[in-house]
């Protein structure tokens, strides 16, 4: 009987072809190699046929074929398949350093208190993407969730799955709903109301693109519109004040402005359609 992998990573995808494949590439040089990918194929095609034939003898991989469209409902058919200690969720578009698992694995054994294990997103010249992390690790809690954890970034022990159990299918790309984002933070929110220590470390990082500079099309902005809605709807549905949620959606659209300054006018208004998602969000039943 072969030896259960100390990793799991599961990956939704949707639409992609060269991404995954960047990824699955990224995971070919790892300095760790005891890790399994569980690929939940998304497509109606064989789009990702070819990527999963190159890379099956580099490393094990679980290829899922699904219809049940959204991330969230990929994951969670993902997680029906772990057998690791520790669970990760890539997204088809991230990548990972050679030395992450690595990292990762040494990190939790060290310290056998931590229940997961949150990094940050660098774009692919190093630059951190997103508009703000923490510069220091701390343990996450409900006030700082939102701005030290991305899904892509995150690592869990085994436990933590079993306790939490799926992803909320309503939330995230995909789902079909309103609400666009949302589901790795509501998944945190839930591990931490159960006791659960999770971690943020700054010094983890995984290649992951944000909103490109250059950002027009209404796509893009309605996109961003429902990841602020999605982002309200959480905090609201665990209990967080309303003034804590107008907080989040002014403190955005304030900081806004200053991408247009630094000539990024498209990041601007990606980032106030988000804000205005966030106050719609507010005022939206839940």
Known sequence: MPALPLVDLVLSSLGRAAEPRRLLASLATQTLADFRVILVDQNSDDRLQEVVAVH?????????????????????????RLAAELVAFPDDDCWYPPDLLERIVACFAARSEWDGLAGTTTDADGSLSGLRWPRRAASITRQNVARSSIAPAVFLRRRVIEAVGSFDVELGAGAGTPWGSGEETDYLLRALEMGFRIVYEPTLSVYHPGPAPGLRDGSAMRKAYSYGV?????????????????????????????????????LSRYYLAMARGRAGGLLART
Do not use: C, K
């Not at 099956?56 to 997680?79: K, M």
């Not at 003034?243 to 630094?262: D, E, H, I, N």
């Open 56 to 80: 099956r003898d580099a490393f094990p991989i679980v290829h899922l074929r699904t219809t049940e469209a959204g991330l969230s409902r990929g994951r969670n058919a993902g997680i029906s």
């Open 230 to 266: 999605g982002h309200a709807r959480v905090l609201r549905s665990h209990g967080f004040p309303s003034t804590y949620v107008a907080w989040r959606a002014l403190q955005l659209a304030a900081g806004a402005p200053v991408f247009t300054l630094v000539g990024q006018p498209g």
